[in-house]
């Protein structure tokens, strides 16, 4: 049995398949807060040349402006990748109260693999976590797009 996508990672995938089509990786966010969205972003590290615009750090920072608070904690972030050890750390440091993420990384994830950044003792906000939403889509997004430039 399938279910539909919620809104917001419908949403953050439309976001990466905008992304791929100007050459960026795949990758999109989306922070809510109750139904409204706060922030929605892409992957932008090329077109803005800053290794630190992933998708995740681009909506925490948007949300955060928009909200005029540098904590996040009744928000909740949708994201079509694993976010990565500088994202998690963003994500804890935001105190983002929910993570989803679509498609695992396990080569540069940090909230499955790598270096487990929320199981971290050092750790001092831990995001309820649901991966798996929308990983099928988000796959064959990354697949593609790196398939293309091979």
């Known amino acids: 049995m399938s279910f539909p996508l919620p809104a917001p990672m419908r949403l953050a995938l439309d976001l990466a398949a905008q992304a791929a089509f100007h050459g960026e990786v795949p990758v999109g966010a989306v922070i809510v807060r109750g139904e409204d969205v706060i922030a929605a972003c892409a ?9 630190t615009a992933h998708a995740e750090m681009e909506a925490i920072r948007l949300a955060s402006a928009r909200l005029g608070l540098q904590r996040l904690d009744d928000c909740d972030l949708y994201v079509t990748l694993e976010p990565c050890a500088m994202c998690a750390g963003a994500i804890s440091h935001a105190r983002l109260r929910r993570l989803y993420y679509g ?17 971290q003792p050092t750790c001092h906000h831990r995001p309820e976590v649901y991966s798996g939403i929308g990983e099928a889509e988000s796959a064959v997004l990354l697949r593609d797009f790196f398939r293309q430039r091979r």
Do not use: Q, R, V, W
């Open 103 to 119: 498609a695992e990384d396990p080569k540069g994830g940090a909230i499955s693999h790598g270096p487990l950044f929320f199981a």
């Open 43 to 51: 992957n932008a590290m090329c077109c803005g040349t800053d290794p």
